[in-house]
């Protein structure tokens, strides 16, 4: 059974940066597809970013446009530990933040149900 643990989230203030970490278990993380979603209160959850398992060691990176150049996802294979740093915090990205992962390959990064494993979530606040 995969597990997920998210932490790193808090309250920061506008242009600030936080790093975010999901550390997964139970599964074989190097080859995996994952992800960050977020969900604002009263929103839909949207995709933040993805990390797509593409050989060897080599992965690519996928963002959504409202945090492109502003967060970047990475991995840590030897801690199995998937990070979300995010920069240039905006009053507009406050949420909670999931880590997701499907055991699966998949073309459809951005979608929600791509997805079978969740964690679960963590705070960020941004205030001005």
């Known amino acids: 059974q995969v597990r997920l643990v998210e932490s790193g989230g808090g309250s920061v203030q506008a242009g600030g940066s936080l790093r975010l970490s999901c550390t997964a278990s139970g599964g074989t993380f190097s080859r995996t597809l994952m992800a960050w979603f977020r969900q604002a209160l009263g929103k839909e959850r949207e995709f933040v970013a993805g990390s797509k398992w593409i050989g060897s060691n080599v992965y690519t990176n996928t963002y959504a446009d409202s945090v492109q150049g502003r967060f970047t996802t990475s991995r840590d294979n030897a801690k199995s530990t998937l990070y979300l740093e995010t920069t240039n915090l905006k009053t507009k990205d406050p949420a909670v933040y999931y880590c997701?992962?499907?055991?699966?390959?998949?073309?459809?990064?951005?979608?929600?149900?791509?997805?079978?494993?969740w964690g679960q979530g963590t705070q960020v606040t941004v205030y001005s």
């Open positions: 997701a992962e499907s055991p699966t390959p998949s073309e459809s990064v951005t979608t929600h149900s791509t997805y079978v494993y």
